[in-house]
């Protein structure tokens, strides 16, 4: 069930939108000023949008809503403004703000449910995307790492097993193979240390379908 926060200074004004969006079975809260929504969204939990009146004392509703999208924690979250002003500058002020959408009074509720319902869906878009994008750079990640790591520990295991099966090969053998061990070794280091170090990730060529992070060009200075 989504949560809507509703800041209006104006209590009949919440009592009808609380009313029915209640009745569209919303969790509604409230907050009379604007200082109080910005200390409510604070403290949490969280609203999945706000309804937010313009016209209020001490601190409008652009003042608000520009405070909300200035902070990370709080830019994610759709606005709707409210209004009595249906002029073009009034509604590109709001937008510019950071508003998502725009109402003027008198409210139709209907209208209002259906810009609610687009801005949580497009909300909810947004967030599948982030998950998707995560796993991809995951899956991305994984195989670069198994492409990365797999020659050099081909290599050491190879020479490893040659020198366990052949008891009789010579020490200068012997030490030839623990010097590329160790070569290939200091390679696997440096690239689990390049992969701690990765800030801005680098795509780099398929491989058949999988496609791959390129550690070196990904790590940051």
Request: glycine letters at 4%; hydrophobic letters at 40%; a negative charge.
């Amino acid at each position: 069930m989504s949560a809507i926060l509703i800041v209006d200074d104006d209590e009949n004004n919440i009592f009808l939108i609380r009313c029915f969006l209640e009745k569209e079975r919303f969790t509604v809260s409230e907050a009379s000023s604007g200082a109080m929504a910005i200390e409510l969204v604070k403290k949490g939990p969280q609203p999945d949008l706000i309804i937010l009146d313009i016209m209020m004392p001490e601190m409008d509703g652009y003042e608000v809503c520009t405070a909300l999208k200035s902070k990370e924690e709080t830019s994610h979250i759709p606005v709707i403004m409210l209004t009595a002003r249906n002029t073009t500058e009034d509604m590109l002020r709001g937008l510019n703000c950071g508003a998502s959408d725009y109402i003027t009074k008198p409210v139709n509720f209907e209208e209002l449910t259906a810009r609610i319902r687009t801005h949580l869906r497009i909300k909810q878009l947004e967030r599948e995307l982030v998950k998707r994008e995560k796993l991809e750079s995951i899956l991305q990640m994984s195989v670069s790492i198994r492409h990365e790591l797999n020659n050099p520990l081909t290599g050491i295991l190879g020479m490893a097993e040659l020198m366990a099966l052949n008891e009789e090969m010579p020490k200068s053998k012997r030490i030839e193979m623990a010097a590329i061990i160790r070569d290939q070794s200091i390679r696997i280091r440096d690239i689990v240390q390049k992969m701690s170090r990765i800030t801005d990730p680098v795509a780099k060529g398929a491989y058949d379908v999988e496609k791959m992070i390129d550690i070196h060009k990904s790590v940051g200075e």
